[in-house]
């Protein structure tokens, strides 16, 4: 069966929209609490390579986009979450299924804020000691 | 023996050009837990991406890493491409061809540097020399090319910025067929020299189960069997066009790394022949003028592996949100268990055999060490690996032929 | 001017320093001291040490982890130390000096006596830069 079928089968009562901008660049939607279990299907079950997540400060809540590469046919499915609480925002850690998920979520969580609950050791990766706690750079009401 | 001691590497150390802080803990000889410290080269780029407009970031991202300046600009313009479409249905044929050159011979120089770089840390000076000699016709070429040996200003949304001109094709030809023979050189001083594959061979591996944990790329991952390239995988410029091998090799080990770099010179050289051969006449800029709202997502297979750039724009002419991920993000956070278990004398090899760039990775680290054990510097670190080298070749000196 | 640094400018020992750069700037540098340009044979060496050095040299917009290690290290100098600030960035942060991450440029930190502009500076710039030093230690104009 072809990936893209096996995607949307396997995560069927997950994914919550589907948007196909082109024949390589896939984005679906999941719930947060979902993230784990899709994160699981996809790099385990089938073997999608992970290669980065990004985080956004939108107005409707902290969006998170994990972006997985099919490298067979050199297709992106990136995962996208909502999180909808901007006061605490916070999210299922992906890092316990594979360790090349640590570095980001350390990065987003110090340039955004979002909590990733379960992170082996989520402390600071790029920002100086003496940078003010509470301070995200990334956060749109830090001007750019 | 068996007591902790910590063992700094950086951040200030003279032979690795950036700044990053390895703590290794070490039991006797053998490295047992590494801890990686980044934020030194932390410039806020993603947020500066914020407030320029499409045009300006451009030379911004270029700025990101000097040795990787092609693959940035290139991975940045191939995001905004795809909100428009993608590369194809915007660039004119014959910027695609300069692309290609362009960015195959920032390969062919970035491997050398490595090289250069490799061949001092394991003590063998002269491959230091030959390998960064025989790079400055290469950057000579990118001075004809685009005016400047570093730092190329050629990529903008919707094209190149210049042309190549008719005459400047011979010359670049005669500096490819001039180099030729000295990757035959390198090519029989590192893959056949006894010493080098004693040093390098079963050393800092990195097994394929973990390159995927890890989630490594380029020369890194094919190192280890893992056979991605994104000139492959998910073809531009006009690498879809061309004959060229993905260099594999399966043994995840040093010296599995240098094999696949040096092989990849040779690739790297026939694509641009092959360039120079196939090259059309006709523009090389479609004037793209707005850049609708929308998302992208740009990669380019970077010296060290796919370099990511994704945009978000909101129809305005500067990005909503910008995310960089070169390749070293994943490939030096891999070093936790590469250099684990191995011994001192060959930790700073291990460490740059994926080709750090932190400049890349943005990251600096900062290691505040606890205890007050012994401690050994950067310095004394490499001069422990070439002394390792010394006594490798005495040794196999001593055991004679055969 | 000072007998020692005059002594100095038979061969100067330079210890290179990247506070946040993008590369560039430092591997111009370490181009200067192969084959085709080959610094070496005016005396001027790569020191292991910022205690064995005689000149500082800079690149990078020196960010906030950095600037506290870049005082330390100017501060471990042996003096009379001479700082040359290398590439656009360590004149004057470049773009990013209206980045989060970039406090203040090179020489509200630091003294600086030399100046190398360019993104990155060309071998051959830096090599007059350090002609321009060379001369100005001796008190040559």
């Given at each position: 069966?072809?990936?893209?079928?096996r995607?949307?089968?396997?995560?069927?009562?997950?994914?919550?929209?589907?948007?196909?901008?082109?024949?390589?660049?896939?984005?679906?939607s999941?719930?947060?609490?979902?993230?784990?279990?899709?994160?699981?299907?996809?790099?385990k079950e089938?073997?999608?390579?992970?290669?980065?997540?990004?985080?956004?400060?939108?107005?409707?809540?902290?969006?998170?986009?994990?972006?997985f590469?099919?490298?067979?046919?050199?297709?992106?499915?990136?995962?996208?979450?909502?999180?909808?609480?901007?006061?605490?925002?916070?999210?299922?850690?992906?890092?316990?299924?594979?360790?090349?998920?640590?570095?980001?979520?350390?990065?987003?969580?110090?340039?955004?804020?979002?909590?990733?609950v379960?992170?082996?050791?989520?402390?600071?990766?790029?920002?100086?000691e003496?940078?003010?706690?509470?301070d995200?750079?990334?956060?749109?009401?830090n001007?750019? | 023996?068996?007591?902790?001691?910590i063992?700094?590497?950086?951040?200030?150390h003279?032979?690795?050009?950036?700044p990053?802080?390895?703590?290794?803990?070490?039991?006797?000889?053998?490295?047992?837990?590494?801890?990686?410290?980044?934020?030194?080269?932390?410039r806020?780029?993603?947020?500066?991406?914020?407030?320029?407009?499409f045009?300006?970031?451009?030379?911004?991202?270029?700025r990101?890493?000097?040795?990787c300046?092609?693959s940035?600009?290139y991975?940045?313009?191939?995001?905004?491409?795809?909100?428009?479409g993608?590369?194809?249905?915007?660039?004119p044929?014959r910027a695609?061809y300069?692309?290609?050159?362009?960015?195959?011979?920032?390969?062919i120089?970035?491997?050398l540097?490595?090289?250069?770089l490799?061949?001092?840390?394991?003590?063998?000076?002269?491959?230091?020399?030959w390998a960064?000699?025989y790079?400055?016709?290469?950057?000579?070429?990118?001075?004809?090319?685009?005016?400047?040996?570093?730092n190329y200003?050629?990529?903008?949304?919707?094209?190149?910025?210049r042309?190549m001109?008719?005459?400047d094709?011979?010359?670049?030809?005669?500096?490819?067929d001039?180099?030729?023979p000295?990757?035959?050189l390198?090519?029989?001083?590192?893959?056949?020299?006894?010493?080098?594959?004693?040093?390098l061979?079963?050393?800092?591996?990195?097994?394929?189960?973990?390159?995927?944990?890890?989630c490594?790329?380029?020369?890194?991952?094919?190192?280890s069997g893992?056979n991605?390239d994104?000139?492959r995988?998910?073809?531009?410029?006009v690498?879809?066009?061309?004959n060229?091998?993905?260099?594999v090799?399966?043994?995840g080990?040093?010296?599995a790394?240098?094999?696949?770099?040096?092989?990849?010179?040779?690739?790297?050289?026939?694509?641009?022949?092959?360039?120079?051969?196939?090259?059309?006449?006709?523009?090389?800029?479609s004037?793209?003028?707005?850049?609708?709202?929308?998302?992208?997502?740009?990669?380019?297979?970077?010296?060290?592996?796919?370099?990511?750039?994704y945009?978000?724009?909101?129809?305005?002419?500067?990005?909503?949100r910008?995310?960089?991920?070169?390749?070293?993000?994943?490939?030096v956070?891999?070093?936790?268990?590469a250099?684990v278990?191995?011994?001192?004398?060959?930790?700073?090899?291990?460490?740059?055999?994926?080709?750090?760039?932190?400049?890349c990775?943005e990251?600096?680290?900062?290691?505040?060490?606890?205890?007050?054990?012994?401690?050994?510097?950067?310095?004394?670190?490499?001069?422990?690996?070439?002394?390792?080298?010394?006594?490798?070749?005495?040794?196999?000196?001593?055991?004679?032929?055969? | 001017?000072?007998f020692?640094l005059?002594?100095?400018?038979?061969?100067i020992w330079?210890f290179?320093?990247?506070?946040?750069?993008?590369?560039?700037?430092d591997?111009?540098i370490f181009d200067?001291?192969?084959?085709?340009f080959?610094?070496?044979?005016?005396g001027?060496?790569?020191?292991?040490?910022?205690?064995?050095?005689?000149?500082?040299?800079?690149?990078?917009?020196?960010n906030?982890?950095?600037?506290?290690?870049?005082?330390?290290?100017y501060a471990?100098?042996?003096?009379?130390c001479?700082?040359v600030?290398?590439?656009?960035c360590?004149l004057?942060?470049h773009?990013?000096?209206f980045?989060?991450n970039?406090?203040?440029?090179?020489?509200?930190?630091?003294?600086?006596?030399?100046?190398?502009?360019?993104c990155?500076?060309?071998?051959e710039?830096?090599?007059?830069?350090?002609?321009k030093l060379?001369?100005?230690l001796?008190?040559?104009?």
């Amino acid at each position: 069966m072809e990936i893209k079928e096996r995607i949307k089968e396997g995560l069927s009562n997950k994914i919550v929209s589907w948007d196909e901008k082109s024949g390589r660049r896939i984005y679906f939607s999941v719930k947060k609490e979902d993230i784990r279990d899709t994160v699981k299907f996809l790099f385990k079950e089938l073997g999608l390579r992970f290669s980065i997540a990004t985080g956004i400060d939108t107005p409707s809540g902290f969006e998170i986009l994990y972006h997985f590469s099919f490298d067979e046919l050199g297709i992106f499915y990136s995962v996208r979450v909502l999180i909808e609480d901007k006061k605490h925002p916070q999210i299922d850690s992906i890092a316990p299924i594979f360790p090349g998920a640590e570095w980001i979520e350390r990065e987003i969580w110090e340039m955004l804020g979002i909590n990733f609950v379960g992170h082996p050791n989520l402390k600071r990766l790029l920002l100086a000691e003496d940078w003010p706690q509470g301070d995200y750079p990334l956060r749109s009401e830090n001007e750019s | 023996m068996s007591h902790k001691v910590i063992v700094p590497i950086g951040p200030y150390h003279p032979l690795q050009d950036e700044p990053e802080f390895f703590q290794l803990y070490v039991e006797g000889e053998k490295v047992v837990d590494i801890d990686i410290i980044i934020g030194y080269n932390h410039r806020g780029i993603e947020k500066l991406s914020e407030s320029k407009h499409f045009d300006q970031v451009a030379f911004l991202v270029e700025r990101i890493c000097g040795i990787c300046s092609s693959s940035h600009p290139y991975a940045f313009v191939l995001a905004v491409e795809d909100i428009l479409g993608g590369e194809k249905s915007v660039v004119p044929e014959r910027a695609l061809y300069i692309r290609t050159i362009i960015d195959e011979l920032q390969r062919i120089h970035s491997h050398l540097l490595w090289l250069g770089l490799a061949g001092h840390f394991i003590g063998y000076n002269t491959v230091w020399m030959w390998a960064w000699k025989y790079r400055e016709p290469i950057l000579d070429m990118f001075e004809m090319i685009t005016g400047n040996r570093n730092n190329y200003a050629m990529y903008k949304v919707g094209g190149v910025r210049r042309d190549m001109l008719e005459e400047d094709k011979p010359i670049l030809e005669k500096a490819l067929d001039e180099l030729l023979p000295a990757l035959d050189l390198f090519r029989g001083a590192v893959m056949d020299d006894p010493v080098i594959k004693a040093r390098l061979k079963g050393v800092g591996i990195l097994t394929k189960q973990q390159a995927i944990d890890w989630c490594v790329v380029g020369p890194t991952a094919r190192a280890s069997g893992i056979n991605i390239d994104v000139r492959r995988d998910e073809p531009y410029g006009v690498s879809d066009r061309l004959n060229w091998n993905v260099i594999v090799e399966k043994d995840g080990d040093i010296f599995a790394k240098t094999v696949v770099r040096i092989l990849e010179l040779y690739e790297s050289v026939s694509i641009i022949r092959q360039c120079l051969d196939d090259m059309p006449g006709g523009p090389i800029d479609s004037d793209v003028k707005d850049i609708p709202p929308g998302e992208g997502i740009g990669r380019v297979e970077a010296p060290r592996g796919e370099c990511f750039h994704y945009i978000k724009s909101d129809g305005t002419n500067r990005p909503v949100r910008h995310k960089i991920r070169a390749p070293s993000y994943m490939n030096v956070a891999s070093n936790k268990v590469a250099a684990v278990g191995q011994t001192i004398s060959d930790a700073t090899i291990t460490l740059a055999a994926v080709d750090p760039c932190y400049c890349c990775t943005e990251r600096v680290a900062v290691i505040n060490k606890p205890d007050n054990k012994k401690i050994l510097n950067g310095w004394d670190l490499i001069r422990l690996s070439q002394e390792k080298t010394n006594k490798v070749k005495e040794d196999l000196l001593n055991a004679g032929p055969g | 001017m000072d007998f020692k640094l005059k002594a100095l400018t038979k061969s100067i020992w330079v210890f290179h320093v990247s506070a946040a750069s993008c590369n560039n700037c430092d591997i111009e540098i370490f181009d200067c001291f192969t084959p085709r340009f080959d610094i070496e044979r005016f005396g001027i060496q790569l020191a292991g040490s910022i205690r064995h050095a005689d000149a500082l040299l800079i690149t990078g917009i020196i960010n906030r982890k950095c600037a506290p290690r870049v005082k330390k290290i100017y501060a471990q100098a042996p003096k009379p130390c001479v700082v040359v600030a290398v590439g656009q960035c360590a004149l004057s942060q470049h773009m990013f000096r209206f980045g989060y991450n970039a406090p203040l440029p090179l020489d509200k930190i630091l003294p600086v006596d030399v100046y190398i502009p360019g993104c990155p500076p060309k071998p051959e710039a830096i090599i007059d830069g350090i002609v321009k030093l060379v001369k100005k230690l001796r008190g040559d104009k």
